[in-house]
């Protein structure tokens, strides 16, 4: 028998209405952004092999989705892509004519309110697989800025209403906003991959953007998993620099960062749930090993409860159906 029976905190468990009331995190469709990998041609929609239920999509195929995305209530997309040519610099990545700038002009013509991110980076553009250009094998930093700034200016012209760099060069989120200043964009903001981890949950996406480095790592830019002192000064740094949403990245294995990052800034944090937690999840549930749907939203809300304002997540749609469909 217990001494105080004052001490019941199962009072506020006891049914689904009881636990509602008292929920301290809850989680919405409205906090997700839904990935789309764009690619040249028309009519395509070929499922990408590590990603079950991601596709490859034409532009024609991309706006369908958004339109689909934007009904279950998700306010945005983020636009990825696969450019019909590559060069060492990666120049397909602002060519008004690729895939993505395509695809971001379509989907803000068909679906006016849905919210598009441009992921600005070069590794998919480029022969090298590298995210900038290269002096030698060193990803120079400083040369790179300029054509960062090009695709940043690229995806604004094709009407993004936010762009997203997450190539990791110092001082690249001064260089976007000084460009797109410079062209009366004031209103593009900038969501920063400031504190990107050189992380093993990458490779699924590797496949599906064919961006895999032709040699070496991305070390020497990506973050080192061990460091978290090195994301707080990521973050001040691109604060400083007019970020105006700082993502963390990836999301299931760095809570304790987007933690330590939410305590330190008063703007909106995101993280991204990454394509190796997407495809381990999914295979768990094609196996039969787990529950799809709870694991699903139980990770989904640690990354709500842990501080993340928006989560970037492959997940998104099933996920908006299921709380739509009342899913405790």
């Not at 995190?25 to 906090?31: A, E, G, R, V, Y």
């Not at 839904?34 to 991309?62: C, K, N, T």
């Not at 004031?186 to 949950?201: D, L, R, T």
């Not at 008063?266 to 799809?292: F, L």
């Amino acid at each position: 028998m217990m001494e105080n029976q004052n001490l019941r905190p199962r009072r506020l468990r006891i049914s689904p209405a009881v636990r509602r009331m008292v929920r301290e995190t809850t989680l919405s469709p409205s906090d997700f952004v839904y990935p789309l990998f764009v690619v040249p041609g028309e009519g395509v929609r070929e499922e990408i092999p590590s990603m079950p239920d991601v596709f490859h999509l034409s532009v024609d195929q991309a706006v369908e989705t958004a339109k689909q995305v934007y009904e279950l209530g998700i306010p945005a997309v983020e636009i990825f892509g696969l450019p019909e040519y590559k060069d060492a610099d990666g120049s397909s990545a602002w060519d008004p004519k690729s895939p993505v700038q395509r695809a971001i002009a379509a989907i803000k013509k068909a679906v006016p309110d849905l919210v598009i991110v441009g992921d600005v980076c070069l590794c998919q553009y480029t022969t090298h697989g590298h995210c900038g250009h290269l002096s030698g094998r060193y990803v120079d930093n400083d040369k790179t800025l300029p054509l960062l700034q090009k695709v940043a200016l690229s995806q604004a012209e094709a009407g993004a209403d936010i762009v997203a760099p997450s190539d990791m060069m110092d001082g690249r989120v001064a260089a976007i906003r000084e460009a797109l200043d410079a062209h009366e964009f004031i209103n593009v903001s900038i969501m920063s991959y400031a504190v990107k981890y050189a992380s093993a949950f990458y490779g699924p996406f590797r496949d599906a953007a064919d961006s895999a480095p032709q040699f070496g790592n991305r070390r020497q830019y990506q973050m080192d998993p061990a460091n978290v002192r090195e994301a707080l000064k990521e973050t001040d740094l691109d604060m400083a620099e007019g970020a105006d949403i700082i993502m963390v990245k990836p999301a299931m294995t760095y809570l304790d960062v987007v933690s330590k990052v939410r305590a330190r800034i008063n703007r909106p944090v995101a993280t991204y749930n990454v394509s190796g937690e997407y495809a381990m999840v999914k295979a768990a549930a094609q196996n039969g090993w787990i529950d799809e749907r709870r694991i699903v939203l139980e990770s989904l809300l640690s990354m709500k409860r842990a501080g993340a304002d928006i989560i970037i997540t492959y997940h998104a749609m099933d996920a908006a159906r299921w709380l739509m469909n009342g899913a405790e």
